[in-house]
């Protein structure tokens, strides 16, 4: 299934109005459409696991920065059906997880390896069912994975809730949550670095050089986003190797989890949802490594396509699924003032009919006056100067905010700075090796910043809805992740 239609402004733009007065749930991201958006509409596809799928999504995008919002209501009617199937069925998620990989293992074999040669022997006309296919492989990469949103960002309340009638001290119930949710395996972040490291210790010029090389064919993809690959070089590398260091992975977690559940004597429910937060965070480092492959094959031809009909990538990246036609990407002589018009701000609305998907683009004042709209969902938060989240990783630092919401703003990041984002992801690694302590306003207790902190042993607080509408560059707060609680001393 794609998305078939683009709906004019005329025919639709009642309907996103009407959409956006639903409840939504909004994530902020690095990234682009044509990246994006096959990945978020794999949402549209888990009938045959769940008999059930999410309905719509609104897209916002101004340049590389972008906002997805889910809508709350597909969020818990999804996640009640995952609940029900997970007691109903205990093999429930690794069956869910092989069909996951059957599906993009037959994507990835409808696709051709690329090179630079190849590719620019193809005619137009052949490069354009490489393009879908690349669209398709996206689309498959997210999959059946895209359930992982529904369960675990309303799911991570509900185990804390469910904690608390066993652990009363607020300190104990967040080291209590930041160990049970933690995963047992490496993310494949971890094993980067513990491969980098072991680079480190090369003296040999020549044997480094070969196995910087053997690094970059195997993490080739490791710095993609959702706004176009981003490749490593020889020197970077060398540079990176100068300040590597990889905390000892915790070989003893298992063990100190099924000890905290004796213990405490904890229900088969909740049990139960701390096994499937467990399994479904190891599944999302999975997904986001097959994305992040998945966005290399899809830069790749449009680096092609931009060579021959000489419009930037940055904005060909704004092209979306139904416009992957000779005629709209090398014969449309408006092509490119479209792109540029999306570019400088877009609003999506992208639903699912049941037979059809639709998507609605709305740019200029109509993008203007959503925007604005949507801006009326965040309060007025000047006069806070304490806020709250979900502890995922436990510690207490003091240190300088930098707000990260591009590739720029997380170079800006020093040594023992405080990370604040709408939610972390891979790219955002170098800034946080250097940080602190990382503070987001989204995501459970499976997502990114999670996950690295617990690896990094470093305080982090998740899903404060609010940290990067109060804090600023260069404000100075204490990160008491023991308690959940970020407080602005000046």
Not at 109 to 128: D, K
Not at 358 to 376: A, E, P, S, V, W
Request: net charge neutral; with cysteine; glycine share 4%.
């Amino acid at each position: 299934m794609t998305t078939k239609n683009i709906l004019t402004p005329e025919q639709s733009k009642d309907k996103v109005f009407r959409a956006m007065k639903l409840k939504w749930y909004a994530q902020g991201f690095i990234g682009t459409p044509l990246l994006l958006i096959p990945t978020a509409t794999s949402g549209f596809d888990l009938d045959p696991i769940l008999q059930d799928h999410y309905h719509h999504y609104i897209y916002e995008y101004c340049e590389e920065y972008g906002r997805m919002y889910y809508s709350v209501e597909d969020l818990n009617r999804l996640a009640q059906k995952i609940i029900v199937l997970l007691r109903d069925n205990k093999q429930f998620l690794p069956e869910a997880q092989k069909k996951y990989q059957k599906e993009l293992a037959w994507a990835r074999e409808q696709i051709i390896p690329l090179s630079n040669p190849l590719l620019s022997s193809y005619t137009e006309n052949e490069l354009i069912p490489l393009l879908q296919k690349g669209q398709e492989l996206l689309r498959a990469s997210a999959g059946f994975a895209h359930m992982i949103e529904a369960f675990s960002l309303t799911t991570d309340v509900i185990i804390k809730d469910k904690l608390s009638k066993y652990v009363c001290d607020p300190k104990q119930l967040n080291e209590y949550l930041s160990i049970l949710s933690a995963p047992t395996t490496k993310s494949f972040l971890n094993e980067r670095e513990r491969n980098l490291l072991n680079i480190s210790l090369i003296k040999n010029k020549k044997e480094r050089k070969q196995l910087i090389n053997e690094h970059l064919e195997q993490f080739f993809w490791i710095r993609n986003t959702y706004a176009g690959r981003v490749q490593i070089t020889p020197k970077e590398i060398e540079e990176e190797l100068k300040t590597i260091s990889v905390q000892d992975y915790d070989s003893n977690l298992k063990h100190k989890k099924e000890e905290i559940i004796k213990s405490l004597k904890l229900d088969a429910e909740l049990v139960m949802l701390l096994s499937a937060s467990e399994f479904m965070t190891d599944w999302q480092d999975e997904r986001k490594k097959n994305i992040l492959i998945a966005i290399d094959y899809m830069d790749q031809l449009l680096e092609e396509v931009s060579r021959r009909n000489k419009i930037d990538i940055a904005f060909l990246r704004y092209l979306t699924t139904p416009e992957m036609d000779v005629g709209f990407l090398f014969k449309n002589i408006d092509t490119k003032s479209i792109l540029t018009q999306r570019r400088k701000g877009m609003i999506c609305y992208n639903y699912f009919d049941g037979k059809d998907e639709d998507l609605i683009i709305l740019t200029g004042d109509d993008f203007l006056k959503i925007h604005k709209y949507m801006g009326t969902f965040e309060k007025e938060q000047k006069q806070i100067r304490e806020f709250n989240g979900l502890s995922a990783s436990t510690g207490t630092v003091v240190g300088k905010v930098k707000v990260c919401k591009s590739l720029q703003d997380i170079n800006k990041v020093q040594e023992g700075d405080i990370l604040v984002a709408s939610m972390t992801r891979p790219e955002y690694l170098p800034a946080m090796k250097k940080a602190a302590a990382f503070i987001t306003d989204e995501g459970g207790i499976t997502c990114h910043a999670a996950i690295i902190a617990r690896e990094m042993k470093k305080p982090c607080i998740i899903g404060t809805k609010i940290a990067t509408q109060v804090l600023k560059d260069g404000d100075m707060v204490e990160v008491k992740a023991d308690h959940g609680l970020v407080i602005i001393l000046k």
